[in-house]
């Protein structure tokens, strides 16, 4: 995906890319005359359901004489300021504003029925009247199918007019959505405390800062870590806590998301995307297989994390460091945990807290996809990244194909020059080139004004 260049005809590719986030898949695009328009000219034809098309340009003017040594030169860009959010609270947050949270009573879904009539400058009477009984669950379900779904489930409740379909199809786009510049959530690799998985993610978080102008961060730490219970958190209490963690902070209410993810954080992250819905317009992991896949029945022998439980620590530590060639680890394979320095010892105990609890063998792998193999794709695009250096026992190439089951948008798999860790902690091989280059269009298209009047 390129970004949107000023003063240049849009692209194919770009007008289906705005009109796939405006959710209007109704409407039919014709690129001789929707090639000339602006970028907001085509956001406001869209998220009006065809209702606002520009006036036709005017012809042009006669070209002005040129003129001697003139210059364009490009305003620097500006540093954003930074904030983080990594803390690891004692309990899950409570549910906050954001998608999927439980449901409301019936006063107040009627509420929020009424709030987005008002949202989209309708009368409340449509509350009472051809809405009476509808939730706005209901309608964000029909706008999970597309656009046109819900437009149809709206005619089909009785909204007779084409522009209060549209109005409404809108508002409810955007509350989906998000507004503004999204918030960047990354997960880390399995086997490191959130102190070590902030360093191996803190080159890809200021090169996000410098290059995309994305400031607002939220690092998350893996299931069963200390303050969480590992014996009554369940993988949707995790991803319960994720979601909640994601809007905590007030700056970030409203806001949608993209996710970066390295190795075993990308089990996570594929699950909060699937909580989070439309909040989230691009998903990218980086050296691992999906979380359909059971990578534990490859690489340890055993169908769940709980099989971890007991798993043999000489024998974990071997078949970690063939999977994922580790020259802290090398030192030890083969000697008894006795002979062991105190972290590796700890290491290793991370490592095996950290599989127990998240679902990756063939008798649990249903779980981290939402209760379904084959799983219920995301509509969020998906960046894959695979490392060229992955042994085979690994997270090859090959592998990574997978991702592309996982979504209804685009799915790009790339292989790069670079080990399983070089590729996350240093951008090795391109990989934080083509981050960027994923990103950079939804970034500078997010950030700007979405409020448009009907």
Known sequence: ??????????????????????????????????????????????????????????????????????????????????????????????????????????????GALNDLLAEAGLPSSLASGALAGVTCSELAARLNDGR???????????????????????????????????????????????????????????????????????????????????????????????????????????????????????VAAFGLARRLGLRVLSLCVVCRRPPHAPLLDEVLGVTSGEAMRTYDASKLLERFHTAWSNPVLEPFVGKPPVEWPPMILELVEVIRRQYTHTPGGSGDVHVAVGGSVPPMPIGAPILAIAAGEEAALGETFEKMQGWKELTSGTCEVVKVDASHMGAMRFGHGGTFELLVKQLKPIVEYRGRAETVSL
């Open 148 to 266: 046109s779904a819900l437009l149809e489930h709206l005619k089909s409740l009785g909204v007779c007019k084409p522009p209060e379909r549209q109005k409404l199809a809108k508002a409810l786009t955007l509350r989906a959505r998000g507004q503004g510049v999204p918030v960047m959530v990354c997960f880390f690799s399995g086997g490191m405390t959130l102190a070590q998985g902030r360093d191996l993610m803190r080159q890809w978080q200021e090169t996000a800062r410098r290059s995309l102008g994305l400031s607002e961060h939220v690092l998350l730490p893996h299931v069963g870590e200390p303050r969480m219970s590992d014996t009554s958190t369940t993988w949707e209490d995790y991803l319960r806590w994720c979601e909640a963690k994601v809007y905590e902070e007030p700056a970030h209410h409203g806001r949608p998301v993209v996710i970066v993810a390295h190795s075993h954080g990308t």
């Open 1 to 110: 995906m390129s970004a949107f260049t000023p003063g240049m005809p849009l692209s194919l590719a770009e007008l289906e890319s705005i009109q796939a986030d405006c959710l209007a898949d109704d409407l039919d695009i014709d690129l001789d005359r929707m090639g000339l328009w602006s970028v907001d000219e085509a956001r406001v034809y869209f998220e009006s359901g065809g209702l606002q098309a520009p006036e036709p340009a005017p012809p042009p003017a006669p070209p002005a004489p040129p003129q001697p040594d003139s210059r364009a030169t490009a305003a620097p860009s500006e540093l954003v300021p930074t904030s983080t959010a990594t803390a690891f609270p004692s309990e899950p947050a409570a549910d906050r504003d954001v998608p999927n949270a439980p449901a409301a009573s019936a006063a107040e879904d009627a």
